[in-house]
């Protein structure tokens, strides 16, 4: 008590300092905050508004009365953690994070939806028929969490034919909104939930009068179409013949198609509220979901520590409940250390282009054609071409030349454009969404667009003739433009083409590890496909999007890390409906340990240049679900290990046990080092100093196989890194389930740098895989 009343004499100390300080800075603006507490102690309803109160009183010893309408929560976290967000200074928030109930305090940030980089609507391939392809019975008790942009209930994916009753342990709600009712749930889609965003909130309001509630004005209908893609993916019912516009026809289907889906609207289309994230977690966390998926991150540029990142504090509460908690890695690549979502207690997935992909060919005047992936549904034939200019030659007056190449608004002249294709150049700064408009309304016919960085992923052009090339394809294109005083072109419908193997590929745009935050944690962790997945879509009605005489699709073709998240999410689902006696950490485990490392065509997978994939682009491979069924051996990672974790990090002791609210003691030497010994099913060791003796890291494992089998160890290591496993051999017998080795590493010979490789212990019919990477200095 004694500590409060000081907290509090302080504050009318450096309150009286504050006010006298000029009010007029730019920081003592409000804004939302996110006030974090740790863990929670209670979980019951009447405690929740001891501790909503309580925090209101911290808010009001802090706030000058004449602005009493900031004392408020905006939104106020008590079931699986404990905290509030509020609008508060700059002042005010670093007062408040003297307290010694606070964990951390930080701006809220706002996330945005891990489709691909530009946000403009891409879209991309296929892949739901890489997900296991069997309507299961079992599956149907899993409950997944989607927080997103919320949903579509209409679309037949998310049709409850077939489904049982509704668990009797799901305690969430399907909320009521404007164009959303509560017989838009079914037995599939169980709940549905949405946030007013904190902006909305700060209006006037008498939350505190719980009598009478404040009118939310949203819906938990999503008017996005990312988190009805991203639910589809993860659980859809299986449609037959979906496809969008006659591409990518099949029978769409998601990775556990009898789990249940309960959406968590947290986002909108300029992004997710930090904040509101946290409440979505913490809701479902309450609801009961087994599984959460996330397709959404911070932007790798501005990734914060782990107890300033929202995510990482959501997700590390619902793993401490059980709950297992699925990221998309980020759209950053291929540059490394763009990874986000990258604690050890979030499964962070990585993007990778299947066996598909669409193209609409150019065809020059000459003859000479080039394919480029697109999705469009234009009328144009082979047999009529059109005049073909640069941009740059049909620029506005008084435009810079760079301005005219990306086709960027205003830097064209609609007399010179009319009746040509045009050949814009992407510079990354200008989404294509918008070079197409740009190029559409000066009445150009068609656009072909060179973009090295993006044309793994098709864009979706609607109507609008659209294809895009490389810089190969595109030095040709303009090599023939100079070459002639008529140049031109034309550019067919989209057509699919069964991918030019290889396949699977690391997507370009998937984020690339090592993590910024620790490297001894081997990120990404798996990769799932990602680029131009057919999955359900809110109908698009705009003017030319729609290919004339057809009926609005109810399916899109979407890219991102936001795809390849969900297909991981459900072939959790699934091994957890098989196996609903394991936890996160072991089907995480079985996921990894038994993902592929070959291709198509028998060869290591590689990148989108064509060289080998090493795991910090694709972590330890592309997952494989039915035969993480039967992994042999997992790792189990504990939420003590978790909770070491951050001791090593370096986080006050103090610090963690608010965190985990229990006494807990951080062993007593904590290093950075010591994070490689994690029961982590990858092994990362971010320095091997080759001048001093080898380094060990240590794993348990646990036999989920037959009692009694005999696994041998094999070696697969790269030339100078010296590697010893200890034992070589592990004999598990009935009553002998966990078996311990040590993995030590000695760089005397290595090269300098990352080195990779991995350790797979084989019992004759369990292959069980440890990838390792090794930074030798
Ligand atoms: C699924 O359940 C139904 C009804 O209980 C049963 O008839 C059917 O055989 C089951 N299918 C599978 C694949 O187990
Ligand atoms: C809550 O609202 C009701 C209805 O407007 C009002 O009668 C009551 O006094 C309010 N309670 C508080 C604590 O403001
Ligand atoms: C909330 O909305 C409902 C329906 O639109 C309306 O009947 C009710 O009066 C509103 N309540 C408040 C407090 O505005
Ligand atoms: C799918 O399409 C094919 C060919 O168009 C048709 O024969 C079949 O009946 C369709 N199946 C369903 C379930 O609609
Ligand atoms: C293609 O369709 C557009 C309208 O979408 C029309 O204006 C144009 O004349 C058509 N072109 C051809 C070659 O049919
Ligand atoms: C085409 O001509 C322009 C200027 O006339 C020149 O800058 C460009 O390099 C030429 N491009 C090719 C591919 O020859
Ligand atoms: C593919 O890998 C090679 C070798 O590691 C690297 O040089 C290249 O930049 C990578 N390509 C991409 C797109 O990441
Ligand atoms: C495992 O071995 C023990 C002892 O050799 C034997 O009693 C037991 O039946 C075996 N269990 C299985 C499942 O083979
Ligand atoms: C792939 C595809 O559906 N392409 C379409 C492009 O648009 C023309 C005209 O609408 C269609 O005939 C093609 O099928």
Known sequence: MASILQFFLSLCLLHLLISLSAASNENEIPKSYVVYMGKSSNNHGGEAEVAESSHLQLLSAIIPSSESERISLIHSYNHAFKGFSAMLTQGEASIL???????????????????????DFLNVESGITSTPLFHHNLSRDVIIGVIDTGIWPESPSFSDNGIGEIPSRWKGVCMEGSDFKKSNCNRKLIG??????????????????????????????DSVGHGTHTASIAAGAPIANASYYGLAPGTARGGSPSARIASYKACSLEGCSGSTIMKAFDDAIKDGVDIISVSIGMTSIFQSDFLNDPIAIGAFHAQQMGV????????????????VNSAPWIFTVAASNIDRDFQSTVVLGNGKTFPGPAINFSNLTRSKTYPLARSEDVAAA?????????????????????????VCSGDGSNPRRIQKLVVEDAKAIGMILIDEYQKGSPFESGIYPFTEVGDIAGFHILKYINSTKNPTATILPTKEVPRIRPAPVVAFFSSRGPGGLTENILKPDIMAPGVAILAAMIPKTEVGSVPIGRKVSKFGIRSGTSMACPHVTGAAAFIKSVHPQWSSSMIRSALMTTAIISNNMRKDLTNSTGFSANPHEMGVGEISPLRALNPGLVFETASEDYLHFLCYYGYPEKTIRAVANKKFTCPSTSFDELISNINYPSISISKLDRHLAAQTVTRTVRNVGSPNSTYIAQLHAPVGLEITVSPKKIVFVEGLERATFKVSFKGKEASRGYSFGSITWFDGLHSVRTVFAVNVE
């Open 97 to 119: 994070s003297g307290h010694e109930e606070i964990v951390s305090i930080f701006p809220d940030p706002l996330l945005q939806l891990h489709t691909t980089r530009s946000w």
């Open 192 to 221: 549905a939930r949405y946030y007013n965003t904190p902006k909305a909130l700060i209006q006037p309001k008498s939350s505190s009068n719980k009598s009478h509630p404040i009118n939310l004005t949203g819906s938990p209908r």
């Open 324 to 339: 297992m908690v699925v990221c998309s890695a980020g759209n950053s690549g291929p540059d490394p250390y763009t990874i």
């Open 398 to 422: 008084f435009t810079p030349s760079s301005d005219a190449r990306s086709c960027y608004p205003g830097s064209l002249d609609p007399k010179k454009v009319r009746g040509k294709i045009i």
